[in-house]
């Protein structure tokens, strides 16, 4: 992005006490005898970036589609910039914006096509139309393509295309349903560069994510969300010195002895192993610095060579795992696109 180019007029909440974008008590969604959202409470800050983290079948997006007013709860209250969702919704709509986890473009229609039909929906006229494309298309770094059809952008190049058009007028809260799903690693880069500058500008971005990486370098804040019930919440500081300080992490010479290297460390040490099997990588909690000594001495042992192990603060992934039961869901996969 251009960071020169201002986005929204919005101040920027700096101060800790702001009001709150969201609230939410007690929010419940059933799908038949399914409880998708089961009693969630939530308070996000204006300004704030704010992620939900959880497992595929979490309730992530139902509950982010609550709160976008796109699905009514069978039970709880919300508001949402101060807006009571259930009696207020028009209010609401008018004062956000959804990006979900698929583009919403036009293919055959340029971007800068998109951006200008977008901005006549909403009621610019034909110059602010086009002068409102234009800021948008630079502050995405998105000017050079702006006449190219859309059918020719990169995965990356679409993904910041959709969020723009989310943008035709600026929102008070930017609703972001997986947002880097399926970019690469330099795509993913710069949506997170843009939806920094956007908290930053005071838009209050609510996202959803199963990238662990996504939610530590982004978010102020991290609900952790399994089975339609938060089960923590803090900053990825607090989650990870809630979960334990003392996490060994064992890298092995032969990825192939992983399985009998974690079925020693579980009986030495009586605590669930994060395994890594692509890397040879094992994480698991040990009290103390003895005891983890300890455990490496049985690995040793059994003639399980290491080529690395050491003891420190777990990872968000080991968070994730302590406190779902399950590992997060291998995102390098997906990352096959966009630039």
């Known amino acids: 992005m251009n960071d020169s180019t201002p986005i929204s007029g919005i101040a920027a909440a700096t101060d800790a006490g702001a009001p709150l974008a969201i609230s939410a008590r007690g929010l419940v969604k059933h799908f038949g005898d399914v409880k998708a959202?089961?009693?969630?409470?939530?308070?996000?800050?204006r300004g704030m970036i704010f992620a939900i983290l959880g497992p595929n079948g979490a309730g992530k997006t139902t509950l982010m589609r609550m709160l976008a007013t796109l699905a009514k709860p069978d039970g709880g209250?919300?508001?949402?910039?101060?807006?009571?969702?259930?009696?207020?919704?028009r209010a609401v709509r008018s004062l956000i914006a959804m990006t979900g986890q698929f583009a919403t473009l036009d293919e055959d229609l340029t971007g800068r096509e998109n951006l200008i039909m977008l901005a006549r929906l909403w009621g610019f006229r034909g110059r602010a139309a086009k002068q409102r494309t234009n800021e948008l298309l630079a502050a995405f770094d998105l000017s050079d393509a702006g006449n190219k059809q859309v059918k020719d952008y990169s995965g990356g190049m679409r993904r910041r295309l959709d969020i723009a058009a989310s943008l035709i007028v600026t929102p008070g809260v930017l609703f972001l349903d997986e947002p880097t799903t399926g970019l690469d690693p330099t795509a993913r880069?710069?949506?997170?560069?843009?939806?920094?500058?956007?908290?930053?500008?005071?838009?209050?971005?609510?996202?959803?994510?199963?990238?662990?990486?996504?939610?530590?370098?982004?978010?102020?804040?991290?609900?952790?969300?399994?089975?339609?019930?938060?089960?923590?919440?803090?900053?990825?500081?607090?989650?990870?010195?809630?979960?334990?300080?003392?996490?060994?992490?064992?890298?092995?010479?032969?990825?192939?002895?992983?399985?009998?290297?974690?079925?020693?460390?579980?009986?030495q040490l009586g605590a669930s192993v994060q395994a890594n099997a692509e890397?040879?990588?094992l994480s698991v909690l040990a009290d103390t610095a003895r005891t983890a000594n300890e455990?490496?001495?049985?690995?040793?042992?059994?003639?399980?060579?290491?080529?690395?192990?050491?003891?420190?603060?777990?990872?968000?992934d080991a968070v994730f795992f302590a406190l779902t039961g399950k590992p997060a869901e291998d995102e390098t996969a997906k990352t096959e696109t966009g630039q």
Do not use: C
Request: zero cysteines; glycine letters at 10%.
């Open 37 to 45: 959202v089961d009693g969630i409470d939530l308070n996000v800050p």
């Open 77 to 89: 209250e919300a508001s949402v910039m101060g807006h009571d969702l259930a009696t207020e919704p």
């Open 189 to 267: 880069q710069g949506v997170w560069r843009m939806i920094r500058k956007l908290a930053g500008s005071g838009v209050t971005v609510l996202l959803t994510t199963q990238y662990l990486e996504e939610a530590d370098q982004l978010a102020a804040r991290i609900a952790v969300i399994d089975h339609g019930r938060k089960i923590a919440e803090g900053t990825s500081r607090e989650l990870k010195a809630a979960t334990g300080s003392g996490f060994l992490n064992i890298t092995l010479a032969e990825p192939a002895q992983l399985e009998k290297a974690a079925a020693l460390l579980e009986k």
């Open 279 to 281: 890397g040879g990588q």
């Open 295 to 316: 455990a490496v001495a049985v690995l040793l042992a059994a003639g399980i060579e290491l080529t690395d192990f050491s003891m420190g603060q777990p990872s968000l």
